[in-house]
């Protein structure tokens, strides 16, 4: 008998998968790093010139920007296993935590380079420096966004009529992620109380996806 394979090389083994995908298809390069730099652009001219307002909006933009793309993110996380025929095959193969793990990482490192470039051209376009909850908040932010993603993703993967949902789903839930994130990333605001509801949100929204992942793959 064929020895089972430890979960930890699962995961790198479906990370690596997500991997190549990417560098094949260049999925996020082509949709969200366009997405993104047009976002935050439009933003800046919307807000005008002045620079107290811009200043007021640069962290609701970033976070703005990081909500609404994981819309499209999340069509991939089964999308390309599903078009390839090989999605039944993925999870009869691997454990359902191991793929779940898989894929939250490599959603949680689309998040975070997405949320590296609209932060990045946030500060240089807007001119306002980036404090340092910001980091923490965009860590455990990302994160939760990254399993709503994967848990989301999965679930509409099933039906074409799911898709259209998508949106409906996601966006109000991770308004929590949206409202802690830019609250950190404002200077001035009190920090205690939005880390420690990012931090509650974010390990919530984990364990839950975590939870209900074997469930959504039997779907």
């Not at 999308?79 to 990482?105: H, M």
């Not at 949106?167 to 920090?191: F, I, N, Y």
Request: net charge neutral; aromatic share 6%; hydrophobic share 60%.
């Amino acid at each position: 008998m064929t020895a089972p394979v430890p979960r930890t090389a699962q995961v790198a083994a479906v990370l690596r998968r997500e991997a190549a995908v990417e560098r094949a298809g260049r999925e996020a390069l082509v949709t969200t790093a366009p997405f993104v730099a047009a976002f935050v652009v439009l933003a800046g001219l919307a807000f005008g010139p002045a620079p107290e307002d811009l200043a007021a909006a640069a962290g609701g933009t970033v976070w703005l920007a990081l909500l609404v793309a994981t819309v499209p993110l999340a069509r991939t996380v089964a999308g390309t296993e599903i078009a390839e025929d090989s999605w039944d095959l993925l999870r009869g193969l691997v454990a359902p935590g191991a793929l779940f793990a898989g894929k939250l990482l490599a959603a949680w490192a689309a998040l975070l380079v997405t949320g590296l470039l609209a932060g990045g051209l946030v500060a240089v376009l807007f001119e306002v420096p980036v404090p340092p909850q910001a980091l923490y908040g965009g860590l455990l932010g990302t994160l939760a966004l990254a399993a709503l993603t994967t848990g989301f993703g999965v679930l509409v993967a099933s039906g074409s009529r799911r898709r259209g949902l998508l949106a409906a789903l996601l966006l109000p839930a991770g308004l929590p992620a949206l409202l802690a994130g830019t609250q950190l990333s404002t200077p001035g605001v009190p920090v205690l109380p939005w880390a420690v509801l990012v931090t509650v949100y974010a390990a919530a929204v984990v364990v839950a996806a975590w939870a209900v992942f074997p469930v959504l793959l039997e779907e």
